[in-house]
């Protein structure tokens, strides 16, 4: 079987203009998924002081949050809200197809369709305002001290987006919406890398940073990091998974040992951003 070339590019944040100086060879306009995975681990300990106490307390992935389902409505969702925590780590959600848009959904439910004209310039790290990724899958969580008795919320049916405008707060332009009762956006993306082997095989990871706008409903700091993402289509799909019981040390040095010797490929930095070929 043929190795196939592999290429990564990170980006911190802000953006920077320089990253044009990145070679053309490398250069890529990734296409939209036609399948694939977005998980998220999110920070207990970050998101704890937000609403003055709040966590994950319940998860439906593609199939349990199916939108067609009358008890799946908004407010049928909200009444499934557990109030005990939950662990935060490897929430899965499902690509949806691209323009696959979903008649019939229950009440408050806005399920996306990812768009065809979705794609990710891999030498800015650009989007287009049009397209979006949608995603199926819902998150519950309890805020037993948000005013005046507690609550449960929800958020889901996301859509990746990308809005150069959305740097002019210190974002990315790279973000993720809630589509559940009304669009808004969650978390902005930040710490950007991508990964990718062609135009139909890559990932898109970095940090989840909490949205001003979700900040300021929740009553806490905006663009605090909360969690990370990835999200991956053809041979990366899956990615992002973690394990919580950490590998033995003597396994990390063997592993780091064997990427030493197999990392021959040729490294550039580019004003902050650092984008390899192996």
């Not at 939209?32 to 998220?40: L, V």
């Not at 095989?201 to 979700?214: C, R, V």
């Not at 909360?226 to 973690?242: E, P």
């Not at 950490?246 to 010797?261: E, H, M, Q, R, S």
Request: net charge negative.
């Amino acid at each position: 079987m043929p190795i196939l070339p592999f290429y990564r590019i990170r980006l911190g944040l802000p953006l920077v203009a320089a990253l044009a100086l990145s070679p053309n060879a490398m250069a890529l306009v990734l296409n939209a998924p036609n399948s694939g995975t977005f998980t998220m681990n999110l920070d207990t300990v970050a998101l704890a002081p937000y609403a003055g106490g709040y966590y994950l307390s319940t998860y439906w992935d593609a199939v349990a949050a199916d939108p067609t389902d009358p008890a799946n409505s908004g407010g049928g969702l909200v009444g499934q809200v557990a109030t005990a925590e939950i662990p935060a780590l490897n929430q899965t959600f499902a690509i949806t197809a691209i323009d696959g848009d979903i008649a019939g959904q229950a009440a408050q439910r806005f399920q996306q369709a990812t768009s065809a004209d979705f794609h990710i310039d891999t030498e800015n790290l650009a989007g287009g305002t049009a397209g979006q990724v949608g995603l199926a899958g819902v998150q519950g969580f309890f805020a037993p001290n948000y005013p005046p008795n507690g609550a449960g919320l929800v958020n889901g049916d996301f859509a990746v987006r990308f809005d150069a405008a959305r740097q002019n707060h210190g974002g990315s332009g790279w973000y993720l919406d809630n589509n559940i009762y009304f669009t808004m956006a969650v978390y902005d993306l930040s710490n950007l890398s991508i990964s990718w082997i062609d135009a139909d095989n890559w990932q898109f990871s970095g940090d989840l940073a909490m949205s001003p706008e979700n900040a300021g409903m929740l009553m806490g700091s905006a663009l605090t990091d909360v969690g990370d993402f990835c999200l991956g289509t053809g041979s990366f799909a899956g990615c992002g998974q973690v394990s919580a019981v950490p590998l033995p040390g003597a396994i990390w040095l063997f592993g780091t040992g064997l990427a030493v010797l197999g990392g021959k490929g040729r490294r550039m930095a580019i004003f902050g951003s650092e984008a390899s070929h192996v």
